[in-house]
């Protein structure tokens, strides 16, 4: 069982920048990969990006790269989602979600943290 607790949201302006973070606790993540969703209000969830608990490899989504920047803090268990340059189309609610490795299904969840970005 892994535990995710999402934070950092808000309200920001576009081109502004924000960092979100996800506390994660319960198993050992080394055999995990941490991966960042968003879903906007009448959008399917989206997929923004992840990263490979043991050796920090990370991927990103096309319509991110470039922007955001995911990272990890070993001793503080927790990922981070940098978010450079925030567009309106970046608004939803961002999830940190923990799958194992060699799986494509992530079977852990937070509780998500809403990012709103004016224009």
């Known amino acids: 069982q892994v535990q995710l607790v999402e934070s950092g949201g808000g309200l920001v302006q576009a081109g502004d920048s924000l960092r979100l973070s996800c506390a994660a606790s319960g198993r050992t993540l080394s055999s995990y990969t941490l991966g960042w969703f968003r879903q906007a209000p009448g959008k399917e969830r989206e997929f923004v990006g992840r990263?490979?608990?043991?050796?920090?490899?990370?991927y990103y989504a096309d319509s991110v790269k470039g922007r955001f920047t995911i990272s990890r803090d070993v001793v503080k268990n927790t990922v981070y989602l940098q978010m450079n340059s925030l567009r309106p189309e970046d608004t939803a609610v961002y999830y940190c979600?923990?799958?194992?490795?060699?799986?494509?299904?992530?079977?852990?969840w937070g509780q998500g943290t809403q990012v709103t970005v004016s224009s």
């Open positions: 990263i490979r608990w043991n050796g920090g490899a990370t």
């Open positions: 979600a923990a799958s194992f490795v060699g799986s494509s299904n992530y079977g852990f």
